[in-house]
């Protein structure tokens, strides 16, 4: 079964804009906090890294952060999920 390749904004569930929050999972280092600041804050200039939500694994190495992020459409939203997906340090995006 194949998906339309774009949802028309009045069949989405979605409203925008508005504050998506975003899972994303890695190694658990300040390294990987970083980064994911510097990509949240390239989406949205004002992110405040202090809104992050940190929940390390059982045993402390990988490190579950929610970010949420103002988005503006779909397209955004994608992109966001793009970038967070093809970096290096990200094992999981959700």
Do not use: W
Request: hydrophobic share 40%; aromatic share 8%.
């Amino acid at each position: 079964m194949q998906m339309p390749s774009h949802i028309p904004p009045e069949q989405s569930l979605i409203e925008y804009p508005c504050r998506f929050p975003i899972k994303v999972m890695g190694a658990n280092s300040a390294e990987f906090v970083s980064a994911m600041v510097v990509i949240a804050r390239s989406f949205e200039p004002d992110f405040d890294e202090a809104s992050l939500e940190h929940r390390p694994s059982r045993a402390g190495n990988y490190l579950g952060l929610t970010i949420a992020i103002h988005v503006a459409s779909r397209d955004e939203l994608d992109e966001v999920y793009r970038t967070l997906t093809s970096h290096p340090l990200v094992k999981y995006v959700l």
